[in-house]
């Protein structure tokens, strides 16, 4: 079982960069595939960014390809989420999980808390 925990959100302004963290417990988090997606209020979750167990894959939904960019460090059982020119529309609350390397949400299934990100404009 691997348990994740998300954290690095916060309140910034449109433009602004910040960067989220995934912690895992567990032995076999580096050979799973991790991704990030978000939930906006009122608003389904939807697919971010994903990573290959070793780092070599990664795929981004068209809305952040460019402005964002995942990575992982499996000695620290750490994947990150680094987000650059913040648009208000990413305003939502993050979560990472682990899974198969795909947007599909229903190939995930360990999944954190989440964290907010809230961009104001």
């Known amino acids: 079982q691997v348990q994740l925990v998300e954290s690095g959100g916060g309140l910034v302004q449109a433009g602004d960069s910040l960067t989220l963290s995934c912690a895992a417990s567990g032995r076999t988090f580096s050979s799973y595939a991790v991704g990030w997606f978000r939930q906006a209020p009122g608003k389904e979750r939807e697919f971010v960014a994903a990573i290959s167990w070793s780092g070599g894959v990664t795929n981004y939904a068209d809305s952040v390809k460019g402005r964002f960019t995942i990575s992982r460090d499996n000695a620290k059982n750490t994947v990150y989420l680094q987000m650059n020119s913040l648009k208000p529309e990413d305003t939502a609350v993050y979560y990472c999980?682990?899974?198969?390397?795909?947007?599909?949400?229903?190939?995930?299934?360990?999944w954190g808390q989440g964290t907010q990100v809230t961009v104001s404009s």
């Open positions: 999980a682990t899974g198969r390397l795909t947007a599909r949400i229903s190939e995930y299934h360990y």
